[in-house]
Protein backbone atom coordinates (compact mmCIF):
# COMPACT_ATOMS: atom_id res chain seq x y z
CA UNK A 1 0.00 0.00 0.00
CA UNK A 2 1.71 3.93 -0.92
CA UNK A 3 0.16 6.05 1.95
CA UNK A 4 0.44 9.85 1.66
CA UNK A 5 0.37 10.83 5.29
CA UNK A 6 -0.39 14.90 6.02
CA UNK A 7 1.52 16.72 8.96
CA UNK A 8 4.29 15.14 11.00
CA UNK A 9 3.19 15.59 14.93
CA UNK A 10 1.84 13.32 17.34
CA UNK A 11 -0.71 11.86 14.78
CA UNK A 12 0.83 11.95 11.39
CA UNK A 13 4.58 10.11 13.60
CA UNK A 14 2.66 7.20 15.28
CA UNK A 15 0.71 6.58 11.93
CA UNK A 16 3.61 6.53 9.73
CA UNK A 17 5.47 4.33 12.26
CA UNK A 18 2.87 1.90 12.37
CA UNK A 19 1.93 1.48 8.84
CA UNK A 20 5.52 1.42 7.66
CA UNK A 21 6.11 -1.44 10.54
CA UNK A 22 3.09 -3.01 8.21
CA UNK A 23 5.10 -3.02 5.18
CA UNK A 24 3.46 0.55 3.52
CA UNK A 25 4.89 2.60 1.77
CA UNK A 26 4.78 5.91 3.57
CA UNK A 27 5.13 9.69 2.14
CA UNK A 28 5.24 11.75 5.55
CA UNK A 29 4.77 15.66 4.42
CA UNK A 30 5.44 18.46 6.69
CA UNK A 31 7.57 21.22 6.19
CA UNK A 32 7.47 22.91 9.67
CA UNK A 33 9.81 20.51 11.79
CA UNK A 34 11.71 21.17 13.64
CA UNK A 35 8.96 23.38 15.89
CA UNK A 36 7.49 24.30 18.88
CA UNK A 37 3.85 23.28 18.72
CA UNK A 38 1.62 25.62 20.95
CA UNK A 39 1.23 23.36 23.88
CA UNK A 40 1.50 22.54 27.23
CA UNK A 41 2.89 19.12 26.53
CA UNK A 42 1.19 17.14 29.50
CA UNK A 43 1.20 13.25 28.46
CA UNK A 44 -1.66 11.44 30.74
CA UNK A 45 -0.23 7.77 31.69
CA UNK A 46 -2.72 6.83 28.66
CA UNK A 47 -1.02 9.00 26.55
CA UNK A 48 2.18 7.91 27.29
CA UNK A 49 1.39 3.94 27.02
CA UNK A 50 0.84 4.96 23.20
CA UNK A 51 4.18 6.09 22.73
CA UNK A 52 6.31 3.93 21.07
CA UNK A 53 9.34 2.51 22.86
CA UNK A 54 12.91 3.86 21.47
CA UNK A 55 16.14 2.72 21.55
CA UNK A 56 18.18 2.83 24.48
CA UNK A 57 21.23 5.77 22.82
CA UNK A 58 17.69 8.24 22.14
CA UNK A 59 15.40 7.71 25.10
CA UNK A 60 11.94 10.32 25.31
CA UNK A 61 12.80 13.66 25.94
CA UNK A 62 10.54 14.21 29.05
CA UNK A 63 10.02 15.69 32.73
CA UNK A 64 8.52 13.00 34.59
CA UNK A 65 6.45 14.28 37.29
CA UNK A 66 4.49 12.30 40.03
CA UNK A 67 1.98 15.04 42.10
CA UNK A 68 -0.23 17.66 40.44
CA UNK A 69 -1.65 20.96 42.83
CA UNK A 70 -5.70 21.02 41.61
CA UNK A 71 -7.03 24.71 42.59
CA UNK A 72 -10.30 25.60 42.71
CA UNK A 73 -9.57 29.35 42.02
CA UNK A 74 -11.54 30.40 44.54
CA UNK A 75 -8.73 29.89 47.31
CA UNK A 76 -8.97 25.86 47.84
CA UNK A 77 -6.10 23.87 46.96
CA UNK A 78 -5.40 19.82 47.43
CA UNK A 79 -1.96 18.08 46.05
CA UNK A 80 -2.72 15.01 44.68
CA UNK A 81 -0.20 12.00 44.53
CA UNK A 82 -0.13 9.67 41.26
CA UNK A 83 0.52 6.44 41.55
CA UNK A 84 2.88 6.54 38.66
CA UNK A 85 3.79 9.57 36.78
CA UNK A 86 2.64 11.87 34.23
CA UNK A 87 5.45 12.95 31.16
CA UNK A 88 5.75 16.80 30.51
CA UNK A 89 7.49 17.22 26.75
CA UNK A 90 8.76 20.09 24.93
CA UNK A 91 6.74 19.31 21.34
CA UNK A 92 10.14 20.47 19.03
CA UNK A 93 12.06 17.49 21.18
CA UNK A 94 8.73 15.02 21.22
CA UNK A 95 7.89 15.11 17.91
CA UNK A 96 11.38 15.51 16.30
CA UNK A 97 11.83 12.14 18.78
CA UNK A 98 8.25 10.07 17.18
CA UNK A 99 9.35 11.22 13.65
CA UNK A 100 12.40 9.76 14.39
CA UNK A 101 11.00 6.57 15.17
CA UNK A 102 8.81 6.65 11.95
CA UNK A 103 11.71 7.11 9.95
CA UNK A 104 13.79 4.44 11.57
CA UNK A 105 11.03 2.06 10.91
CA UNK A 106 11.19 3.25 6.96
CA UNK A 107 8.38 5.85 6.50
CA UNK A 108 10.22 9.11 4.09
CA UNK A 109 9.83 12.44 5.21
CA UNK A 110 9.39 15.21 2.81
CA UNK A 111 9.78 18.30 4.58
CA UNK A 112 6.79 19.92 2.05
CA UNK A 113 3.68 21.46 2.28
CA UNK A 114 0.44 20.00 0.95
CA UNK A 115 -1.75 22.39 -0.80
CA UNK A 116 -3.93 20.41 -2.63
CA UNK A 117 -5.84 16.53 -2.43
CA UNK A 118 -7.92 15.13 -3.97
CA UNK A 119 -10.85 12.12 -3.71
CA UNK A 120 -9.13 9.52 -5.81
CA UNK A 121 -5.85 9.56 -3.81
CA UNK A 122 -3.82 12.52 -5.64
CA UNK A 123 -1.67 15.13 -3.94
CA UNK A 124 -0.25 18.37 -4.86
CA UNK A 125 2.51 19.95 -2.90
CA UNK A 126 4.02 23.90 -2.95
CA UNK A 127 6.40 22.62 -4.91
CA UNK A 128 3.85 21.98 -8.01
CA UNK A 129 4.85 18.24 -7.46
CA UNK A 130 1.90 15.64 -7.78
CA UNK A 131 1.92 12.54 -6.80
CA UNK A 132 -0.49 9.48 -6.16
CA UNK A 133 -1.37 6.93 -3.48
CA UNK A 134 -3.71 4.51 -2.38
CA UNK A 135 -4.89 6.86 0.36
CA UNK A 136 -4.35 9.59 1.92
CA UNK A 137 -4.35 10.64 5.56
CA UNK A 138 -4.80 14.23 6.90
CA UNK A 139 -2.71 14.42 10.25
CA UNK A 140 -2.96 18.15 9.54
CA UNK A 141 -3.84 20.00 12.65
CA UNK A 142 -6.39 22.22 13.75
CA UNK A 143 -6.71 24.00 10.53
CA UNK A 144 -6.54 21.04 8.65
CA UNK A 145 -6.29 21.40 4.46
CA UNK A 146 -7.31 18.05 4.27
CA UNK A 147 -10.03 17.63 6.27
CA UNK A 148 -11.51 20.61 4.35
CA UNK A 149 -11.12 18.97 0.82
CA UNK A 150 -13.91 16.33 2.56
CA UNK A 151 -15.88 18.14 5.22
CA UNK A 152 -16.50 21.45 6.69
CA UNK A 153 -13.87 22.82 9.16
CA UNK A 154 -14.43 22.24 12.88
CA UNK A 155 -17.10 24.83 13.78
CA UNK A 156 -16.00 28.03 16.32
CA UNK A 157 -18.67 25.71 19.04
CA UNK A 158 -16.48 23.00 18.92
CA UNK A 159 -12.75 25.03 19.72
CA UNK A 160 -10.83 25.36 22.88
CA UNK A 161 -8.78 28.90 22.55
CA UNK A 162 -5.93 28.02 24.40
CA UNK A 163 -2.61 30.38 25.07
CA UNK A 164 0.35 31.36 27.11
CA UNK A 165 3.39 31.41 27.18
CA UNK A 166 7.13 29.31 27.66
CA UNK A 167 8.64 31.07 31.23
CA UNK A 168 12.00 30.43 32.36
CA UNK A 169 12.53 28.83 35.68
CA UNK A 170 10.50 25.84 37.69
CA UNK A 171 7.88 24.95 39.18
CA UNK A 172 5.51 21.98 40.33
CA UNK A 173 2.63 20.90 37.95
CA UNK A 174 -0.80 23.14 38.39
CA UNK A 175 -4.51 23.47 37.48
CA UNK A 176 -6.17 26.22 38.52
CA UNK A 177 -9.76 25.90 37.46
CA UNK A 178 -10.63 30.11 36.70
CA UNK A 179 -14.41 30.43 38.67
CA UNK A 180 -16.41 32.66 35.56
CA UNK A 181 -14.28 30.94 33.08
CA UNK A 182 -15.59 27.26 31.81
CA UNK A 183 -11.68 26.49 31.54
CA UNK A 184 -8.22 26.34 33.37
CA UNK A 185 -4.96 27.53 33.77
CA UNK A 186 -2.08 25.69 33.88
CA UNK A 187 1.68 25.08 34.92
CA UNK A 188 3.75 22.45 33.51
CA UNK A 189 7.13 22.00 34.50
CA UNK A 190 9.34 21.19 31.60
CA UNK A 191 12.92 19.63 31.47
CA UNK A 192 14.23 23.51 31.33
CA UNK A 193 11.45 25.48 30.97
CA UNK A 194 7.58 26.30 32.21
CA UNK A 195 4.89 26.05 29.96
CA UNK A 196 1.91 28.29 31.45
CA UNK A 197 -1.34 28.75 29.84
CA UNK A 198 -5.00 29.17 29.66
CA UNK A 199 -7.89 27.49 28.00
CA UNK A 200 -11.63 28.19 27.72
CA UNK A 201 -14.12 27.53 25.03
CA UNK A 202 -13.85 29.64 21.86
CA UNK A 203 -16.82 30.69 21.57
CA UNK A 204 -17.22 32.44 24.80
CA UNK A 205 -14.02 34.89 25.27
CA UNK A 206 -11.62 36.49 22.73
CA UNK A 207 -8.15 34.91 23.33
CA UNK A 208 -6.41 39.20 24.66
CA UNK A 209 -9.28 38.58 27.49
CA UNK A 210 -7.88 35.02 28.45
CA UNK A 211 -4.36 36.41 28.14
CA UNK A 212 -5.14 39.69 30.38
CA UNK A 213 -6.61 37.02 33.45
CA UNK A 214 -3.32 34.55 32.81
CA UNK A 215 -1.01 37.60 33.13
CA UNK A 216 -3.11 38.94 36.43
CA UNK A 217 -3.04 35.42 37.77
CA UNK A 218 0.76 35.01 37.08
CA UNK A 219 1.66 37.96 38.62
CA UNK A 220 -0.60 38.01 41.82
CA UNK A 221 0.29 34.48 42.54
CA UNK A 222 3.55 32.96 40.40
CA UNK A 223 5.67 36.45 39.98
CA UNK A 224 8.69 34.42 39.04
CA UNK A 225 7.19 32.97 36.28
CA UNK A 226 6.00 36.05 34.27
CA UNK A 227 9.58 36.26 32.07
CA UNK A 228 8.44 34.97 28.37
CA UNK A 229 11.08 32.76 26.12
CA UNK A 230 7.91 32.86 23.46
CA UNK A 231 4.30 33.18 23.61
CA UNK A 232 1.87 30.97 22.13
CA UNK A 233 -1.90 31.11 21.59
CA UNK A 234 -3.97 28.29 18.97
CA UNK A 235 -7.31 26.11 19.13
CA UNK A 236 -7.72 23.00 20.33
CA UNK A 237 -11.05 21.49 17.91
CA UNK A 238 -13.38 18.33 19.36
CA UNK A 239 -16.32 16.59 18.46
CA UNK A 240 -19.46 17.49 19.32
CA UNK A 241 -22.34 15.12 21.08
CA UNK A 242 -23.40 13.52 18.20
CA UNK A 243 -21.39 10.34 17.15
CA UNK A 244 -21.43 11.70 13.64
CA UNK A 245 -19.16 13.72 14.48
CA UNK A 246 -16.52 10.71 14.69
CA UNK A 247 -18.46 8.36 11.84
CA UNK A 248 -17.65 10.93 9.79
CA UNK A 249 -13.87 10.92 9.06
CA UNK A 250 -12.95 8.66 6.91
CA UNK A 251 -14.35 7.55 3.19
CA UNK A 252 -12.78 5.14 0.71
CA UNK A 253 -9.19 6.69 0.12
CA UNK A 254 -8.65 9.48 3.39
CA UNK A 255 -9.37 9.24 6.68
CA UNK A 256 -8.27 12.03 9.79
CA UNK A 257 -6.37 11.43 12.60
CA UNK A 258 -5.64 13.58 15.83
CA UNK A 259 -6.53 17.25 15.58
CA UNK A 260 -7.43 17.27 12.18
CA UNK A 261 -10.18 14.53 13.02
CA UNK A 262 -11.24 16.89 16.47
CA UNK A 263 -10.19 14.11 17.93
CA UNK A 264 -9.14 15.99 21.90
CA UNK A 265 -10.96 16.11 25.08
CA UNK A 266 -13.63 18.85 24.88
CA UNK A 267 -13.41 19.49 29.22
CA UNK A 268 -9.35 19.74 29.01
CA UNK A 269 -8.27 19.74 26.04
CA UNK A 270 -6.42 16.36 25.85
CA UNK A 271 -5.45 16.02 22.62
CA UNK A 272 -1.81 13.72 22.55
CA UNK A 273 -3.60 10.79 23.81
CA UNK A 274 -6.21 11.01 21.00
CA UNK A 275 -3.98 12.14 18.27
CA UNK A 276 -1.79 8.58 19.14
CA UNK A 277 -4.60 6.65 19.29
CA UNK A 278 -6.24 7.81 16.59
CA UNK A 279 -3.60 7.00 14.74
CA UNK A 280 -2.91 3.34 15.83
CA UNK A 281 -6.67 2.35 15.07
CA UNK A 282 -6.71 3.46 12.04
CA UNK A 283 -3.37 1.60 11.46
CA UNK A 284 -5.08 -1.46 12.53
CA UNK A 285 -7.59 -0.91 10.26
CA UNK A 286 -5.20 -0.27 7.30
CA UNK A 287 -3.24 -3.13 7.87
CA UNK A 288 -6.28 -6.23 8.38
CA UNK A 289 -8.52 -4.36 5.55
CA UNK A 290 -6.40 -2.26 2.83
CA UNK A 291 -8.82 0.40 3.28
CA UNK A 292 -9.51 3.90 5.95
CA UNK A 293 -13.45 2.86 5.39
CA UNK A 294 -14.25 0.99 8.90
CA UNK A 295 -11.87 3.52 10.96
CA UNK A 296 -14.05 5.57 12.40
CA UNK A 297 -16.53 3.20 13.56
CA UNK A 298 -13.59 1.16 15.44
CA UNK A 299 -12.56 4.59 16.58
CA UNK A 300 -15.89 5.39 17.89
CA UNK A 301 -15.89 2.04 19.25
CA UNK A 302 -12.48 2.21 20.72
CA UNK A 303 -12.36 6.24 22.09
CA UNK A 304 -15.13 7.91 20.87
CA UNK A 305 -17.68 7.37 23.45
CA UNK A 306 -15.24 9.05 26.02
CA UNK A 307 -14.84 11.96 24.03
CA UNK A 308 -18.48 12.06 23.69
CA UNK A 309 -19.39 11.93 27.06
CA UNK A 310 -16.91 14.93 27.90
CA UNK A 311 -18.87 16.86 25.48
CA UNK A 312 -22.00 16.12 27.44
CA UNK A 313 -20.83 16.67 30.95
CA UNK A 314 -19.04 19.99 29.74
CA UNK A 315 -21.81 22.58 31.50
CA UNK A 316 -22.11 20.45 34.46
CA UNK A 317 -18.10 20.29 34.62
CA UNK A 318 -17.68 23.95 34.37
CA UNK A 319 -21.14 25.01 36.27
CA UNK A 320 -20.45 27.94 39.38
CA UNK A 321 -19.61 25.84 42.37
CA UNK A 322 -18.44 22.43 41.07
CA UNK A 323 -14.33 22.73 41.23
CA UNK A 324 -14.99 24.40 44.26
CA UNK A 325 -16.56 21.42 45.16
CA UNK A 326 -14.77 19.18 44.03
CA UNK A 327 -11.29 19.94 45.61
CA UNK A 328 -13.06 20.87 49.27
CA UNK A 329 -14.31 16.86 48.81
CA UNK A 330 -10.92 16.27 47.95
CA UNK A 331 -8.76 18.36 51.01
CA UNK A 332 -11.37 16.41 53.17
CA UNK A 333 -11.12 12.36 52.00
CA UNK A 334 -8.37 10.40 50.61
CA UNK A 335 -11.19 8.67 48.50
CA UNK A 336 -11.86 11.62 46.68
CA UNK A 337 -8.47 12.30 45.79
CA UNK A 338 -7.57 9.23 44.43
CA UNK A 339 -10.13 9.46 42.14
CA UNK A 340 -9.08 12.79 41.01
CA UNK A 341 -5.31 11.22 40.31
CA UNK A 342 -6.86 8.25 38.26
CA UNK A 343 -8.58 11.45 36.39
CA UNK A 344 -4.40 12.71 35.95
CA UNK A 345 -3.82 9.86 34.72
CA UNK A 346 -6.62 8.87 32.09
CA UNK A 347 -6.88 5.84 34.15
CA UNK A 348 -10.24 6.78 34.97
CA UNK A 349 -12.65 8.30 32.00
CA UNK A 350 -15.78 10.12 32.42
CA UNK A 351 -17.90 7.06 31.37
CA UNK A 352 -17.97 4.98 34.24
CA UNK A 353 -17.15 8.16 36.48
CA UNK A 354 -20.24 8.12 38.29
CA UNK A 355 -20.28 4.45 39.12
CA UNK A 356 -16.72 4.82 40.31
CA UNK A 357 -17.58 8.08 42.81
CA UNK A 358 -20.43 5.57 44.37
CA UNK A 359 -17.71 3.15 45.24
CA UNK A 360 -15.83 5.66 46.98
CA UNK A 361 -18.87 6.90 48.43
CA UNK A 362 -18.78 4.88 51.69
CA UNK A 363 -15.09 5.77 52.09
CA UNK A 364 -16.08 9.36 51.67
CA UNK A 365 -18.37 9.85 53.99
CA UNK A 366 -16.18 7.95 56.98
CA UNK A 367 -13.01 10.10 55.80
CA UNK A 368 -16.14 13.16 55.69
CA UNK A 369 -16.38 11.89 59.36
CA UNK A 370 -13.70 11.34 61.09
CA UNK A 371 -12.15 15.41 59.24
CA UNK A 372 -14.91 16.92 61.25
CA UNK A 373 -13.75 15.12 64.41
CA UNK A 374 -10.51 15.74 64.27
CA UNK A 375 -10.54 19.70 65.15
CA UNK A 376 -12.67 18.28 68.18
CA UNK A 377 -10.10 15.69 69.32
C1 LIG B 1 -2.08 25.87 23.84
C2 LIG B 1 -2.37 24.40 23.76
C3 LIG B 1 -2.03 23.58 24.84
C4 LIG B 1 -2.26 22.19 24.76
N1 LIG B 1 -1.85 21.41 25.79
C5 LIG B 1 -2.02 20.07 25.72
C6 LIG B 1 -1.53 19.21 26.74
O1 LIG B 1 -0.90 19.66 27.70
N2 LIG B 1 -1.77 17.88 26.63
C7 LIG B 1 -2.43 17.35 25.57
O2 LIG B 1 -2.65 16.13 25.53
N3 LIG B 1 -2.87 18.14 24.56
C8 LIG B 1 -2.66 19.47 24.59
N4 LIG B 1 -3.07 20.25 23.55
C9 LIG B 1 -3.63 19.62 22.34
C10 LIG B 1 -2.49 19.06 21.46
O3 LIG B 1 -1.52 20.05 21.25
C11 LIG B 1 -3.05 18.59 20.10
O4 LIG B 1 -4.20 17.84 20.32
C12 LIG B 1 -2.01 17.75 19.36
O5 LIG B 1 -0.91 18.52 18.97
C13 LIG B 1 -2.63 17.12 18.11
O6 LIG B 1 -1.62 16.44 17.39
P1 LIG B 1 -1.74 16.28 15.80
O7 LIG B 1 -0.60 15.44 15.40
O8 LIG B 1 -3.11 15.87 15.46
O9 LIG B 1 -1.58 17.76 15.20
P2 LIG B 1 -0.40 18.81 15.34
O10 LIG B 1 0.42 18.54 16.53
O11 LIG B 1 -1.02 20.15 15.22
O12 LIG B 1 0.52 18.54 14.07
C14 LIG B 1 0.07 18.88 12.79
C15 LIG B 1 1.26 18.98 11.86
O13 LIG B 1 0.75 19.12 10.53
C16 LIG B 1 1.59 20.00 9.83
N5 LIG B 1 0.82 20.56 8.71
C17 LIG B 1 -0.25 21.40 8.78
N6 LIG B 1 -0.71 21.66 7.54
C18 LIG B 1 0.07 20.97 6.68
C19 LIG B 1 0.09 20.85 5.25
N7 LIG B 1 -0.80 21.48 4.47
N8 LIG B 1 1.06 20.07 4.67
C20 LIG B 1 1.96 19.39 5.46
N9 LIG B 1 1.99 19.49 6.80
C21 LIG B 1 1.05 20.27 7.40
C22 LIG B 1 2.03 21.04 10.85
O14 LIG B 1 3.25 21.66 10.50
C23 LIG B 1 2.15 20.19 12.12
O15 LIG B 1 3.48 19.77 12.34
C24 LIG B 1 -2.86 21.65 23.61
C25 LIG B 1 -3.22 22.47 22.54
C26 LIG B 1 -2.97 23.84 22.61
C27 LIG B 1 -3.35 24.71 21.45
Not at 73 to 93: H, T
Not at 318 to 339: D, F, K, L, N, T
Amino acid sequence: MKLAVVGAGPAGARLALDAARDGARVVVFDPAHPREKPCGGGLTAKGLAEVPAGPAHDPLPARFVADCRLESGEGEAVRVSLDRPVAIVSRREFDAWLLRRAQDAGAEHRAERVVEVDGDGSLRTARGERMRFDAIVGADGANSLVRRAFLAPTPPERRFVAAGWYAPGDSEMVVRFLPGVAGYLWLFPRRDHVAIGVGAPLRRFATRELLARLEAEVERDFPRLAGVLSRYAHTIPSPSTDPASILELAGVRWALVGDAGALADPITGEGLYYALRSARVLADVLRETGSPAGYPARALADFGHELLASARLFDRFYAPGYARRMVRYAQRSPAIREVLGELVLGDQGYVGLRRRLLRALPRFLWDSAVARLRPAA
